[in-house]
């Protein structure tokens, strides 16, 4: 496989349809939104905000996680239906594929749910049997991290690997689920090199990204921060119009890169097919106009 190719050519498209960073987005940013919150409410615990100050930003937080992650499972299958548009020469309009993406919601919320119980069961099966250990003796306990820290590892990335897979399969194809996972399934066991190279080039893409904003917001932030150290004014206008101006830089960013990212894996999606040009037959008809 021709990485660099891949690359390329998920720039270029990336970059010549600029209306797909609207739905990379919520692509790249949806799932980890509000992560945090227990340690947030622990920190307000801790000084001495009250309880209706905290139950109101659980309320706030909760609702924003949950319309993030209502928006990433929408604007996922918008984005892979897009660029299977797009790749088979389709006539490709935003607003079409943002429809579509209806189309795919519940089999996407249905892969993600899967994909998140199947980590939990990875996660619980490595942390059991170090919890035990170490209950017996503490050598014990850390020679099995050794052991089963790396084991967690590798079952999260076979995990994520079919997860990304099973939902260009349920677009591409308009497969249900199982054979979405069947599927996905089988193109990571017959190329289990390829998607761990793919999964090393997105770690380090997503860390390239992340360098960039924080250059950008660095560059943006200078100007607000000198203007709020010469009066309370200067304070108050940086407060004003530092912060959106960082916070579009971020969503210009992450716009990009997941717009990137979802045409890098639907690309090798087609690659691993053997014919990038021309995705499977079975492509549902509403998707693309050939």
Known sequence: MDYGRLLNH?????????????????????????????????TLSQLGA?????????????????????????????????????????????GESFSNGFHFFWRMVGLGLLAFMSILVVVAVCA???????????????????????VAIAGIFVVAAVYQLAERVVVVRDSVVGDAIDEAWMLFRRHLGQNVILTLMYLCISLGFGMVFMMLAALVAVPFVVMALTSTAGLILALAFGIPAVLLVAILVE?????????????????????PATPPATAPSHGVTV
């Open 10 to 42: 998920s720039w270029n498209l990336a970059w010549r349809f600029k209306s797909l960073w609207v739905l990379g987005i919520f692509v790249s940013g949806g799932v980890p939104f509000s992560m945090s919150w227990q340690d947030d409410t622990r």
């Open 50 to 94: 009250s309880d209706a100050v905290i139950l109101t930003l659980f309320v706030v937080a909760t609702t924003l996680a949950t319309i993030s992650l209502i928006l990433y499972f929408l604007t996922s299958g918008s984005l892979i239906d897009a660029v299977n548009r797009i790749t088979r020469g389709g006539s490709y309009r935003l």
């Open 128 to 150: 059991v049997p170090a919890i035990l250990l170490f209950l017996v003796s503490t050598v014990l306990g850390v020679i099995s991290l050794f052991i089963l820290v790396p």
């Open 255 to 275: 716009g990009i890169s997941g717009a990137f990212t979802s045409a890098m894996y639907t690309l090798f999606y087609f690659e691993l097919l053997g014919s």
